[in-house]
């Protein structure tokens, strides 16, 4: 078992440098995109005369981009194909995402710490590919990864672990060589599914779940900088070989 939250800093440093892998979920871990969700959402079912139910997010936590669009299609009766549903969120969104959606802060600093230090990193995320390579390429921060994959590409969305198994596979190393940065249970669930260590990461969308999070977690970051200001110790910490 790995360690919770309540445990000083430098474990979850401690268990970060002896990971060969850091893979990261994108909404609301690596970029601020979560606001801009939840207004698309507003808008798109505003389109058909329906207001946005307010567990509408917990409903469609951790699904791809094609099993959220069959929902949407189920649940209101939306005429159209799930495939012309999936394009009007893309054109609704590309343009925030390159243009409005920000990295989260200190996302950047720790991806070079990461690279400095020999540990690869992947992207496993429940959202379409346009709109991951739109956000990498404008925010600059695409080859820090050395592999991508949305849930679009597995069998089954989060929380079942196929995403996290798929990046690992690709990129070469065994499940309990990685650790899996998430900012919602569904994800933090696939991730100890598929036997990693998993770290939550705080996120304004996401703060009633702050317990669950806690709870289902190995570990519970509040920002990057602080997780950064431990990392950066150099007090003979830093991890063999």
């Not at 946005?52 to 409903?59: A, F, H, I, S």
């Not at 951790?62 to 959220?68: A, P």
């Not at 496993?124 to 739109?134: F, I, L």
């Not at 669930?189 to 598929?194: E, F, Q, S």
């Amino acid at each position: 078992m790995e360690r919770r939250l309540g445990d000083p800093k430098k474990q979850i440093r401690q268990a970060l440098l002896q990971k060969k892998a850091v893979i990261f979920d994108l909404d609301g871990t690596l970029v601020d995109s979560m606001w801009m969700w939840k207004a698309i959402d507003v808008e798109y079912l505003g389109r058909y005369g329906y207001g946005c139910p307010p567990l509408l997010q917990k409903e469609i936590e951790g699904m791809s981009f094609s099993e959220t669009a069959a929902y949407f299609k189920e649940t209101f009766a939306i005429p159209d194909s799930v495939e012309r549903i999936k394009q009007d969120w893309v054109e609704m969104s590309i343009e925030k995402y390159r243009n409005e959606v920000p990295l989260k802060e200190g996302v950047r600093p720790f991806l070079e710490f990461l690279r400095d230090g020999g540990i690869s990193m992947g992207i496993a995320t429940s959202n379409g590919r346009e709109m991951v390579d739109a956000v990498l390429k404008s925010q600059k921060v695409e080859p820090f990864f050395q592999v991508i994959a949305t849930a679009c590409e597995v069998a089954s969305g989060k929380p079942a672990p196929d995403i996290y198994l798929n990046v690992a596979g690709r990129m070469g190393v065994r499940p309990e060589q990685c650790m899996v940065f998430e900012d919602v249970p569904a994800g933090i669930l696939a991730g100890k599914a598929a036997g990693m260590t998993v770290c939550a990461v705080e996120d304004s969308y996401s703060s009633g779940m702050r317990e669950e999070k806690i709870r289902l977690a190995d570990y519970y970051i509040e920002d990057y900088p602080h997780l950064m200001a431990e990392c950066c110790r150099t007090d003979g910490g830093d991890r063999d070989g």
